[in-house]
């Protein structure tokens, strides 16, 4: 895990730097070549700018010297030679034209001056040059004081001073002039023109430049690097040799200058534009530097945006490599579950086994100590149900693990589960001492749809563990209530609650009580035995039911399970309860269970009042009794605060005779407390959970005797059989014999099958509607009792659905499974139970 | 002897008869019955004769009549050899339930047998 999250990290950091280098890279060479593109682009965008400022500064310079040439051609044409006053004329229309002198020049080069200061000729050659083949030119003249002057010369014959002709009549402006006109003094501007000669000597000078000579001018900047300056000089004295155009880019030290030189009309001079890039360059430069930082800035983005996707991935990664880790841990946890499950089953199984094995050996070398023995075989019993407990729970397990256990729904009572569930618990909550109680309050439904195996097994799980994890002497509460289902109307909503007062859960086990393998590890639970599993299969079964299950638990204060069941609402009908209108009185400490007593008594035709303490009873009892209406029947609880219900009996029986039944009601053994309570005086017992059934199966033996102070005889409960046809089949002779004796006592008429073969016969041979009912024994030699109930069932006989009852000696869950399957309607384990069995018989041949 | 000696004597709880039977007549007249079922001795013929099928029913058969009388000695080893005998095949175990089951009949009628004697005395 760690190695691994190291590795991640380096890479994650190794290709974060690698992408941050590069990055870098890329945007350091797009800079650098971006500012190489600029310059380039100032340089030919200085060429263009040079070439085009030079051109329109020379057409300037050829449009004014033009311009003033004309102007001295005019005058040469209006005004003759023979004019009178030649001299004079001209003087006077030169000065109107703002000439600054005016002379004529004759053929050796000397100036007859009309006005003006007296001028030389600066390189006379090929000014006179021209002059003299009659063109006309432009040339650079000097005063006495070094003064420069253009001259204008155009070819003109006029009399001289000295007699002779002069060639030319030449004007004279003052450089400044052209200088302005050409504004080559701009100081707004950034370029700056000079006019030199061929010979570098500067006709017009701007800008900073004092020296006399363009090319020393020049020499000089490159004092450093004399020979690229003699470069220069050479390069630009070759173009104004040929007469062509000059353009470079001269770098002197950090300063870099563009040079343009361009001949000039009517003249030997060439214009000299300069450049300077020193501004253009520190834009340039600004624009670099602004490029620079943006694409650094942008690349310091880019290298954020890439850091942030890089540290989110890594919290991904790391968030992952942690479920992973969990998910790693949980595998292993249940890996350890199921391993220590099954160290703690080896252990579990080992120690019902090695009593076993050691009972067995105590009881082989005692084989004649028959008390000795009885005491090993008790304990090899209690091992083996212990054992068979835990296999039990393994196999569920297995079943639930791979999906196989399914629900058996079928038609059930709540009060036979409730009542089979009392009478499962009864032996260990004795054992223990624990107070044990039970309500049940607004049962609108006795009858609904449910596995009861597996309800059962969910009730006795629940219980069990409250039995457990309580200790001596503490209380357990099973309640059950009904509630309309949000189901519809075809369901009934059923809770059942199981509390107890025993140890308590903690929060963290309580969130995983439904694991499976699991148990509280601590030490307080380490000497109570258990696989494990029993609440895991819980929990799975009301799920399979559509069931929920809510854990309250408090350490060392008490668990509470509550599970809530929508079940369906059984079709069979209830039978007609009504008993006789008697008076009854309910006494328990519970007003709860007193009303809702009362409301089931009610239903089912019986008056009754209620009293939650034996005194209060009594006085009851007695006013009645002054008024000579004495209740029929009392109900008593056997534990009350004060004086208890056996108490409460004597002393009933003492004031008020022994008329009146009185029977307990309670959720612990009778067989416990009979013979007290019978010396007390009480009738008998009615055990809670008091449904309506309860109660009216309890208080039916009081019809036709409410006065009878003993148990009311078999008869009185079994009377209307008289007549009813039975078939019963059984193999052996004895059984039949005591089926015969005790069934015969309920006025029902047996004949015998001895096999399945037999009582197929017998049913086919007799008339139609002939048997009431068969009572089918299912081993039996020829025909077994499955095989005769299919085949009176695929009879074509329109009493072929008569019912049939088995009678075995097994009574597990897949018998009776399989006799309902065969197509019997009920199943009754033998011993032979007078009760029971007439008590199915007389519902289901009522129900013909 | 009474019969509720006898019972005490097979290991049974008479209290149990009783209360379902209700007359103690007819526990005692099935009581001297049951020494004259020949369940037992259709056991022993038919594991004599290898026929486990038909043993398991015997046993069971005995299993039936001991719960009908309370028998609750002999009913439990001829429940449990009912159930060793169930899949139809023979074992070790089978074979010490047959002991046991054969030790807890005979001790049983001999109880019967006695409980007679002191009638018939």
């Not at chain 1, 009178?84 to 001209?90: F, I, M, P, Q």
């Not at chain 1, 050691?358 to 008790?378: E, F, P, S």
């Not at chain 1, 260990?428 to 309050?441: C, G, L, M, P």
């Not at chain 1, 008697?582 to 239903?603: F, G, I, P, R, Y």
Request: proline share 3%.
């Amino acid at each position: 895990m760690n190695s691994q999250k190291k590795s991640t990290t380096r890479f994650l950091t190794v290709s974060l730097l690698l992408v941050a280098v590069f990055c870098v890279c890329i945007f350091s060479f797009l800079a650098f070549f971006m500012n190489q593109k600029s310059a380039e682009t100032i340089s030919s965008v200085g060429t263009i700018y040079m070439t085009s400022m030079s051109e329109k500064v020379s057409q300037h310079f050829e449009t004014t010297i033009d311009l003033r040439l004309i102007q001295v051609e005019s005058l040469v044409e209006t005004i003759s030679p023979k004019h009178s006053a030649l001299r004079s004329t001209l003087e006077y229309n030169a000065q109107a034209r703002g000439f600054e002198g005016l002379a004529f020049c004759s053929d050796d080069g000397d100036f007859d001056v009309l006005y003006g200061d007296p001028l030389t000729t600066a390189d006379p050659d090929p000014f006179l040059k021209s002059l003299r083949a009659g063109e006309k030119k432009v040339a650079v003249g000097l005063d006495k004081n070094g003064e420069k002057f253009v001259l204008l010369g155009v070819p003109a014959r006029y009399p001289m001073q000295d007699g002779g002709d002069s060639i030319a009549l030449v004007a004279s402006l003052t450089a400044d002039y052209v200088a302005e006109t050409l504004s080559l003094y701009s100081d707004n501007s950034l370029v700056y023109s000079h006019i030199i000669r061929n010979d570098g000597s500067f006709v017009i000078r701007s800008g900073d430049a004092y020296r006399d000579n363009y090319f020393e001018r020049l020499q000089s900047l490159f004092d450093s690097v004399p020979e690229t300056g003699d470069q220069y000089v050479h390069e630009l004295q070759e173009a104004m040799r040929t007469g062509e155009d000059y353009s470079t880019l001269l770098q002197i030290g950090e300063e870099r200058r563009h040079l343009y030189s361009t001949k000039l009309a009517y003249s030997e001079w060439y214009l000299v534009t300069v450049l300077p890039y020193g501004e253009l360059d520190e834009a340039v430069n600004d624009l670099g530097k602004t490029w620079i930082l943006m694409v650094y800035l942008g690349c310091a983005v880019v290298l954020l945006a890439l850091l942030l996707i890089f540290a989110q991935y890594f919290k991904l990664l790391l968030g992952q490599m942690q479920e992973l880790a969990e998910a790693k841990k949980a595998a292993e946890h249940a890996n350890k579950a199921k391993s220590e499950f099954l160290s703690n089953m080896s252990h579990d199984i080992r120690t019902p086994m090695n009593a076993i094995v050691g009972m067995t050996a105590i009881a082989t070398a005692n084989i004649n100590d028959v008390q000795q023995v009885q005491n090993c075989l008790k304990k090899i019993t209690l091992s083996s149900r212990h054992l068979l407990g835990l296999i039990n729970d393994v196999l569920d397990m297995s079943k639930i693990e791979s999906g196989k256990l399914t629900l058996n729904m079928d038609q059930i009572s709540l009060r036979e589960v409730m009542d089979s569930i009392v009478s499962i618990v009864q032996p260990q909550v004795r054992a223990k001492h624990q107070r044990f109680d039970v309500f049940i309050h607004d049962i609108s439904t006795e009858n609904v749809c449910c596995d009861s195996v597996r309800l059962n097994q969910v009730l006795i799980n629940f219980l069990g563990n409250a039995i457990k994890f309580t200790p001596d002497g503490g209380a357990i509460q099973v309640s059950l209530y009904e509630e309309d289902s949000p189901k519809g109307v075809d369901f009934i909503r059923v809770h059942l609650t199981v509390k107890d007062n025993g140890i308590g859960m903690t929060k963290e086990f309580q969130e995983k009580i439904f694991d499976s393998f699991s148990r509280e590890d601590s030490t307080r639970v380490r000497k109570t035995e258990g696989t494990g599993l029993g609440m895991a299969i819980t929990k799975y079964i009301v799920d399979a039911m559509d069931g929920t299950i809510d854990v309250e638990s408090e350490l060392g204060k008490g668990t509470e399970f509550h599970v809530t069941l929508d079940l369906e609402r059984a079709q069979i009908q209830e039978e007609d309860m009504i008993l006789p209108e008697w008076n009854l009185l309910v006494t328990d400490d519970d007003q709860q269970l007193c009303e809702s007593t009362v409301a089931s008594l009610k239903s089912i035709g019986v008056r009754a009042d209620w009293a939650l303490d034996a005194e209060t009873a009594i006085k009851m009892i007695e006013k009645r009794h002054q008024h000579g209406d004495d209740y029929h029947i009392i109900l008593l609880d056997w534990k009350l605060p004060g004086m208890d219900g056996i108490t409460a009996a004597k002393e009933i029986r003492r004031r008020f005779g022994t008329d009146t039944p009185i029977l307990l009601i309670s959720a612990y053994d009778w067989s416990e407390i009979e013979t007290d309570a019978k010396a007390a005086g009480i009738t008998g017992f009615i055990s809670k959970p008091l449904f309506k059934s309860t109660l009216f199966y309890g208080l039916k033996p009081f019809i036709g005797a409410p006065q009878a102070t003993d148990e009311p005889p078999p008869e009185e409960i079994t009377s209307h059989f008289d007549g009813k046809k039975i078939l019963l089949a059984e193999d052996n002779d004895l059984n039949w014999e005591i089926a015969e004796e005790l069934l015969s006592e309920l006025g029902l008429d047996l004949e015998w099958a001895e096999n399945g073969q037999i009582c197929v016969e017998k049913f086919e041979a007799s008339p139609l509607g002939y048997y009431d009912a068969i009572l089918m024994d299912l081993r039996m030699p020829v025909m077994s009792g499955y095989e005769a109930t299919r085949a009176i069932r695929a009879s074509e006989r329109a009493d072929a659905s008569l019912p049939i009852i088995a009678m075995t000696a097994d009574a597990f869950s897949e018998d009776i499974k399989k006799c309902l399957d065969c197509g019997m309607n009920a199943h009754v384990a033998k011993p032979i139970d007078v009760r029971e069995i007439s008590r199915l018989l007389d519902k289901y041949i009522n129900q013909i | 002897m009474t019969l509720k000696e006898c019972y005490a004597a097979m290991g049974s709880n008479y209290d149990e008869v009783l209360g379902r039977m209700r007359s103690e007549r007819l526990v005692q007249k099935f009581v001297l019955k049951f020494a004259d079922d020949g369940s037992f001795d259709l056991l022993q013929k038919s594991l004599a004769a290898q026929n486990y099928a038909e043993a398991f029913r015997a046993a069971h058969t005995i299993k039936g009549v001991c719960q009908n009388l309370s028998l609750s000695k002999l009913g439990a080893s001829s429940s449990a050899l009912a159930e060793a005998l169930r899949g139809g095949g023979w074992s070790e175990e089978a074979a010490a339930l047959v002991e046991e089951t054969t030790r807890d009949y005979q001790e049983t009628i001999s109880a019967i047998r006695a409980f007679q004697e002191a009638l018939g005395g």
